[in-house]
């Protein structure tokens, strides 16, 4: 898991720039699911078990993660060789200051900033990125605007944690990747869509659960945390466990499949923790309106430090998830209220 | 960097309907003038027109018997590449919400209208064109302090010559839409000025572009309510489910020489801005590059969007269904949102020149999408 983990946080994708990351989960596939194939968003699109509700009990469950991550677009190329930029999600400018990111073609560059007279002032707008140009001529030959980038920062191991940015999705991506190499017999067709431009609005979301028109939905992703110093309040820890989506900004999650999982946990004897999100939302808000609407939950990591470089994540929380979602798998759903 | 001269000369008929689809009435909601004078111009110009329920309007135009026709596999077999154009019709605008006991109507805004703009006035309110100006305290009488900060919209008031509520409701009822009366006129060089660049700019540039026959299924879908959420070309984009969309439209234009560089979003006069990215859509980037490489071989003027604010019909249109490529051509209109907006003649040509030729190449097959 954790390998997987590593592998996946290493490469770079911000929102509508998700090519490598995509083609890493790609390969991944390989073997795991059938049908794979990327859509008109970029989703990439994958299922496996037996066809549409053939056996009893069985529906057409979508498992949904997302591939990309906060990060910016470069905007201008100045006369001088710097670039401006746009955030791409959540990108805090006073993080921002100091960072090496590194373009998806493979560039890097070093973003800092004009003089401000007090730090409130810091915004995206007085942020600069060099990467080492002369002239504006020079700086073209390597970054266009419409280019996209992240911060560089390669995954690390911290004790049995994980350290790095993206760590929390691509958490969730790695722990739909293994349910799937663990997945034996299940009563459901499984759906899975990697999904892109989360982190600007769950625009890909959207069309990936019209095309795929599920009978219930879950979404894997971060979450955050009301573990750090002075935290805000949220009564989610890291390490102990997955937890199940109940709410957050864009939704609230079906109770029945709620009552699923919680079930599943305690068959396959695992810690879980309920998430009531009040900072974020997620996709469980479009997947769940699409076609006539769509019965949907969630399973969430818990990520401290979330959209920086530094998100931690513990191994112990996706592997957690991993048998949840297998055993949520192995049996029928019960979706009546 | 000077102004560039269009690439082909214009068409005869882009002023009198630039000047037409300007001048109409169509604040969101209410686009039925806008959509009559659309539609009469466009008779004749497609196979089939027709509106919907939620009021947009398409002309669909089949895709050639003879000739070479990109065609794409359905499910239901081979068919032509259907392109969607889409221009918003809507426009912003006021609204009647109160008329007073003293014959005043209190209004709302419709759209993102800035109420520093307001003030003073002159529209027309409703379906028969009744002139008003929006009123305030003359100078003469203000305190000091009343000048230094702006007057919300909510303390402003429509005085349409009525001194009771019975004599005003005579002419308007709670619910009209009102609108500036500012009249089309070219200016300066090869600009023109009016009151809905945006995005009426747009809707003229789709109804010409009816003019030509591609190798495609061509819908022009002329949209309603843009500017209160992206609205119509949601459901627009549902019903033609379109291999591709072009969203025509007015963007933001600030380019001064006194602000600075990556706050000016587009230059006023070098040719139709593309978007890489703003507020609601990422392009399919690699589609816009192709586009780019395009125009830069035919020598279309172009430039891209260099702010990431702002948006567009796409993004309602590029979630629908599974997903649909959709790419926006925007004419830089300075004071956008705003009684008197300002285009390039020269932009507009060229927006047109980059229309019809994206059309014919990806007939061709020459664009991958």
């Known amino acids: ?9 290493e490469a770079t994708g911000p929102s509508g720039s998700e090519d490598a990351v995509r083609e890493l989960v790609k390969k991944e596939l390989a073997g795991l ?39 910016l677009v470069v905007t201008n190329v100045e006369k001088n060789g710097f670039l ?15 960072q090496r990111i590194r373009f998806t073609g493979g560039a890097l560059g070093v973003i800092d900033a004009e003089p401000v007279e007090k730090p409130g002032d810091l915004k995206i707008d007085k942020l600069f990125i060099d990467i080492g140009a002369a002239s504006e001529e020079e700086a073209r030959k390597t970054v266009r605007p ?43 067709e499984v759906l899975v869509a990697f999904t892109v431009q989360k982190e600007v609005g769950s625009r890909g979301a959207r069309p990936a659960a019209f095309g795929v028109d599920p009978d219930l939905a879950l979404v894997l992703d971060a979450t955050a945390t009301g573990d750090t110093p002075e935290a805000r309040r949220m009564e989610v820890s890291l390490g102990k466990g997955p937890a199940i989506k109940v709410q957050d900004q864009s939704g609230m999650a079906y109770p029945a499949l709620r009552r699923a999982l919680a079930a599943a946990a305690a068959k396959a004897g695992k810690s879980v923790q309920y998430e009531v999100l009040e900072t974020a939302g997620s996709e469980l808000g ?52 | 960097m000077g102004v560039t001269q269009p690439a082909e000369p214009r068409p005869a008929v882009t002023r009198p309907v630039l000047q037409k689809f300007t001048e109409a009435a169509g604040v969101s909601g209410d686009e039925v003038e806008i959509r009559r004078v659309v539609r009469e111009t466009i008779e004749g110009l497609a196979d089939e027109i027709r509106s919907d329920t939620i009021g947009n309007l398409f002309a669909t135009q089949q895709a050639p ?55 003073s006035k002159a529209v027309f309110v409703g379906d028969r064109r009744l002139p008003g100006v929006i009123g305030a305290k003359p100078i003469h009488l203000q305190e000091r302090g009343d000048w230094e900060k702006p007057i919300p919209y909510d303390e402003m008031y429509i005085d349409i010559g009525a001194t009771s509520r019975d004599e005003a409701e005579r002419h308007v009822k ?27 700019a747009g809707c003229a540039i789709l109804a010409e572009s009816l003019v030509g026959r591609y190798g495609l299924e061509v819908v022009g879908a002329f949209t309603v309510q843009e500017e209160v959420g992206l609205r119509g070309a949601r459901v627009a984009a549902h019903a033609v489910d379109p291999d591709l969309t072009i969203v025509l439209e007015g963007t933001s234009c600030n380019d001064m020489p006194f602000n600075p560089l990556h706050g000016q979003s587009t230059w006023f006069g ?14 399919p980037i690699r589609l816009v590059r192709q586009v780019a490489d395009l125009a830069e071989k035919h020598k279309i003027p172009f430039q891209f969007k260099r702010v990431t604010l702002g948006g567009n019909d796409a993004g309602s249109i590029h979630k629908s269904r599974a997903g649909i490529p959709t790419l926006a051509i925007s004419l830089p209109t300075r004071y956008i949102h705003a009684p008197a907006q300002l285009i390039s003649l020269d932009d507009y040509a060229n927006a047109q020149a980059l229309l019809s030729l994206i059309l014919d190449h990806l007939a061709k097959g020459d664009l991958t999408l």
Do not use: W
Not at chain 1, 41 to 48: D, F, K, S
Not at chain 1, 55 to 71: F, W
């Open chain 1, 1 to 9: 898991m954790k390998d997987m983990l590593l592998k996946l946080a």
């Open chain 1, 33 to 71: 699911a059938e049908d794979v194939r990327v859509d008109a968003m970029g989703n990439l699109l994958a299922r496996t078990g037996p066809r549409g509700r053939a056996s009893k009990g069985g529906h057409k469950v979508l498992l949904m993660a997302h591939l990309d991550e906060v990060g």
């Open chain 1, 84 to 98: 401006r930029f746009s955030p791409m999600g959540r990108l805090d400018p006073h993080v921002c200051l100091g």
């Open chain 1, 146 to 188: 419409g280019d996209m980038a992240a911060f560089d920062r390669a995954p690390a191991v911290l004790g049995h944690r994980v350290t790095g940015r993206a760590v929390g999705s691509r958490g969730a991506a790695a722990v739909l990747l293994q349910t799937l190499r663990g997945l034996r017999a299940t009563p459901h």
């Open chain 1, 286 to 337: 479009v997947v769940q309106l699409s076609h006539g609407g769509i019965p949907a939950s969630g399973l969430s990591i818990p990520t401290r430090y979330r959209f920086g470089p530094t998100e931690v994540v513990d191994v112990e929380d996706l592997e957690g998830a991993v048998a949840v979602l297998t055993q949520f798998l192995k049996d029928p759903v019960d979706l009546s209220f």
């Open chain 2, 65 to 119: 018997r003879r000739g070479k026709v990109r065609t794409v596999k359905g499910p239901e077999g081979e068919r032509p590449l259907r392109v969607m154009l889409a221009a918003h019709m809507d426009e912003c605008g006021l609204m009647v919400q109160r008329i007073g006991k003293d014959g005043l109507l209190r209004f709302g805004k419709v759209g993102g209208i800035d109420d520093r703009v307001l003030v």
């Open chain 2, 174 to 200: 709670v619910g009209d839409r009102a609108i500036f009366a500012t009249r089309y006129e070219e200016i300066g060089r090869n600009a023109a000025k009016a009151k809905s660049f945006d995005d009426r």
């Open chain 2, 270 to 283: 070098r040719g139709p801005a593309l978007t890489l990215v703003d507020s609601f859509t990422i392009a």
